[in-house]
């Protein structure tokens, strides 16, 4: 079976760079693997920190900080997720130079990969998240079985970006040093650390469309409310991802075969 021009055996040689991928990263360190889960949990634990005490939040209608810090979690763990699968899918090409132009495989994949060790975050952020509630005596809801669905739409946008950055940096270098600012913007930009609610009302009309944010409430709304996505923010995430992806991969292969005169 043949999907987007990829086939089994890349599915297999995906597997394969994942596990390198994860295993390459961390090799040398004293803690290892180990640093997958540290990271990103200390940058959960900031920010958690900072909302709640420096500049406390309180979402509407509920009440205590429990509440917040779920909420924030689950849609801040999210972007974690996607900033880590999109800055690591953006040097990809050129960080595998060598592989690239001397071995003979789907060179698309390597921004796929990323996007796929991107959800280490995401794991992180969803244990953490069960922590809490469990402390707060909070039962998982039957409409956490929507997860695996929102992880799925998030690997295709994150990978149709990352197909589109990781070529575009073969050529411009700079990409991969601009990305940091521009994730930066977007993320204060969007309602991940403060509800769509606190924003303008001309603002709400927009932002309610910015696939972050829709993507944040595919997690929100069953870890935080127990009930299924609304369907059209299902609807709307699938076919963005889609687009995003078949357009980042029209835009690679247009580009990979110019790749050997730029590495």
């Known amino acids: 079976m043949v999907l987007a021009g990829f086939d089994r055996r890349d599915l297999g040689m995906m597997v394969s760079l994942t596990r390198m991928s994860l295993t390459d990263r961390y090799l040398g360190s004293a803690l290892g693997l180990a640093w997958a889960v540290l990271s990103p949990l200390a940058m959960l634990g900031i920010f958690c920190f900072v909302f709640t005490y420096v500049f406390p939040g309180r979402l509407p209608g509920r009440e205590g900080t429990l509440p917040f810090l779920i909420w924030l979690i689950s849609g801040y763990g999210p972007w974690l997720s996607i900033s880590e699968g999109l800055g690591t899918a953006t040097g990809s090409v050129v960080g595998n130079a060598g592989i690239v132009k001397n071995i003979a495989f789907k060179s698309e994949l390597l921004p796929i990969v990323s996007a796929i060790t991107g959800?280490?975050?995401?794991?992180?952020?969803?244990?953490?998240?069960?922590?809490?509630?469990a402390f707060g005596g909070i039962w998982p809801s039957p409409a956490l079985?929507?997860?695996?669905?929102?992880?799925?739409?998030?690997?295709v946008f994150v990978s149709g970006l990352g197909l589109f950055l990781?070529?575009?940096n073969v050529f411009v270098r700079d990409t991969a040093l601009i990305l940091p600012n521009v994730l930066t913007i977007i993320l204060f930009a969007s309602?991940?650390?403060?509800p769509l609610s606190a924003y303008p009302k001309g603002a709400q009309a927009v932002l309610v469309y910015n696939p972050f944010y829709v993507l944040a409430e595919c997690y929100?709304?069953?870890?935080?409310e127990g009930a299924l996505p609304h369907l059209w923010t299902l609807g709307y995430m699938t076919v963005i991802s889609v687009a995003v992806f078949l357009g980042g991969l029209w835009w690679f292969r247009r580009l990979k075969s110019f790749f050997d005169t730029r590495l």
């Open 119 to 133: 959800l280490v975050p995401l794991v992180v952020a969803f244990g953490l998240i069960v922590v809490l509630q």
């Open 145 to 155: 079985i929507a997860l695996p669905i929102a992880i799925i739409l998030q690997i």
């Open 166 to 168: 990781g070529a575009l």
């Open 191 to 194: 309602p991940i650390f403060y």
């Open 220 to 224: 929100r709304q069953p870890i935080l």
